[in-house]
T-cell receptor, first 116, second 113 residues
Framework: KNQVEQSPQSLIILEGKNCTLQ??????????LRWYKQDTGRGPVSLTIMTFSENTKSNGRYTATLDADTKQSSLHITASQLSDSASYIC???????????????FGGGTRVLVKP | DAEITQSPRHKITETGRQVTLACHQTWNHNNMFWYRQDLGHGLRLIHY???????NKGEVSDGYSVSRSNTEDLPLTLESAASSQTSVYFCASSDKGREETQYFGPGTRLLVL
């Protein structure tokens, strides 16, 4: 069964500090991995997408890494800001035999609270 | 600007009533999805559509139905609302292709009393 596990479930950090979120998956065959940011009361918004051959990808102060061998990904937030307070969701796509798209497995998310 | 909208944003209903949640996107995306999000669970797929007249069941489809009569809309119907269907519902859309980033609507918060 395809699964995506995220850790920690929640964390509190001080403004300006860095943090790293973890994502472990057992999705096969792997297609790509996305990190989404979900602000309270809003829908998720894509931050990064990584395919099998990519080890790292940045989007501003967000840097995602992928180790396809160990099936692990991380999302690093640098110099956190109050606006980084949100849930971060790891989503892994499996390739399916259908023309239109992939099968997605969602992690439970990590809730980040940035305090001043 | 192209967007995806959901209505209503908040809904309170009674057990046994039929409820329809609307989803409308203006990106002309082929793919549309309905998810529910509950505490302790990740987003769970209810139904999805890869085009007009195409609908498919997701992992938690019991008690829900969808229809796709045009590209822009995928309404979600709860045939007979149950308290277990109290949740936040998200609609999403994506373009056809391998690298299909899904764009999510703002969500509908449904309370079934």
């Amino acid at each position: 069964k395809n699964q995506v596990e995220q850790s920690p479930q929640s964390l509190i950090i001080l403004e300006g500090k860095n943090c790293t979120l973890q994502c472990n998956y057992t999705v096969s065959p792997f297609s790509n991995l996305r990190w989404y940011k979900q602000d309270t009361g809003r829908g998720p918004v894509s931050l990064t997408i990584m395919t099998f051959s990519e080890n790292t990808k940045s989007n501003g102060r967000y840097t995602a890494t992928l180790d396809a061998d160990t099936k692990q990904s991380s999302l690093h937030i640098t110099a956190s800001q109050l606006s980084d307070s949100a849930s971060y969701i790891c989503v892994v796509s499996a390739v399916v035999i259908k023309a239109a798209g992939n099968k997605l497995t969602f992690g439970g998310g990590t809730r980040v609270l940035v305090k001043p | 600007d192209a967007e995806i909208t959901q209505s209503p944003r908040h809904k309170i209903t009674e057990t046994g009533r039929q409820v329809t949640l609307a989803c409308h996107q203006t990106w002309n995306h082929n793919n549309m999805f309905w998810y529910r999000q509950d505490l302790g669970h990740g987003l769970r797929l209810i139904h999805y559509s890869y085009g007009v007249q195409d609908t498919n069941k997701g992992e938690v489809s019991d008690g829900y139905s969808v229809s796709r009569s045009n590209t822009e809309d995928l309404p979600l119907t709860l045939e007979s609302a149950a308290s277990s269907q109290t949740s936040v519902y998200f609609c999403a859309s994506s373009d056809k292709g391998r690298e299909e980033t899904q764009y999510f609507g703002p969500g509908t918060r449904l309370l079934v009393l």
